[in-house]
């Protein structure tokens, strides 16, 4: 069965459905245009010279891929330029049109889990537990202490509260180390009535720490010094306790440090974790500029000529009387294929010399060359 199949004929009248998406059929622009982009695709294609073996529709699907994949390189470049400060927000609206800003948001959540570790905040929770020491033991199991206490999870210990009292709550001396100097000279500026002489002299604040400094060697050196040691949460105590007591402590379940799913952002499906739900659309052909539209062009024939390589490359050769036509569908292809490679790569190297460090770094220079600029103008000189 022979079936004739119509090719382009030198025109089209583009309707909606005829592309295979339809994402841009409802765009009125894109309505005007589509015709506007067949007939100048065939015409570079060498139609009415030679017959171009493709369809309007065919036409119409070049034009609708080349606008999807211009939206998807610019909108995939936003999202590397700022997929720090998206991650964890909301995906109910598209971005396409929204000003994105740098956000500290992320950078504190990754900033947290050093917090957790050093104990000054984070994302962790510590936890408070007590220990009863027995006189005369001086080792002590804590995973034994996590498992009587029904904890299912390892545990690591944080902190021991098990210090000697500051140096600054055993700091009392009336006379601060000046003798009854001081109350002398309180004496002359008619303060002497009132104790201790301390109380008015300010005293600088090296001075106390000095003092603290001289206590806590004195119970270092002459006492026995509260301590322990902690290795692999069995923990040592010195000195021998020598009486029953409550000692305290600090930890952490393991398995909500280890955990990878944050404690602070409650995902319902709503959020943005990976690129794949950055809410992006496809772009709105009518708000493309013209630079974009002639990219969008450009893809277009290169999609077409592929198409049209693919179709010519069925039959290599074609038999006539007395010879054969070579047909050049294998020359199509690799053309279109190093045309499409060389708009990708231009697209990208401008998106990036857009980019947020690009455009810094030519302020940058800019300042620069103008600072040298100033300074090569005579300064003038004032004669008063």
Known sequence: MNIEVPIWEGSSSFNTGQTPFGFYDSDTIFQLEADKVAKWCAARLGYPLVDVE???GSFYAAFEEAVTSYGNEVYLWKVRENYLSMEG????????????????GNSVRIAKQYGSEAGSGGNVTWYSGSLPLTASVQNYDLNAWASASGIDS??????ILYDA????????DPYAGTGMGMNNLMDSFGFGNQSPGVSFMLMPISFDVMKMQAIEFNDQ???????????NNQLKIFPIPNDNANLFFQYIKVNERDSIISPEVQNNGSLITNISNVPY???????INTMG?????????????????YVRSKYSQIPIPGDNVQLNGSTLTDAAAKEKEALLTFLRDTLDQTSRKSQLERK????????????SVPLPIYIF
């Open 293 to 309: 539209k002639q990219w969008i062009y450009q893809y277009a024939l290169a999609t077409a000529k592929e198409m049209l390589g």
């Open 364 to 375: 940058r220079e800019e300042a620069e060359n103008l600072q040298q600029q100033l300074n």
């Open 281 to 287: 659309a496809n772009p709105v052909y009518s708000q």
């Open 221 to 231: 050196i002459r006492k026995s010094a509260y301590s322990f040691e902690l290795v």
């Open 89 to 104: 927000n909301s995906t109910g609206s598209t971005l396409n049109t929204s000003l994105i800003v740098p956000s500290m």
């Open 54 to 56: 493709l369809q309007s």
């Open 165 to 172: 009292a500051p140096a600054i709550v055993r700091y009392f």
């Open 154 to 159: 390892s545990i690591e210990i944080k902190r």
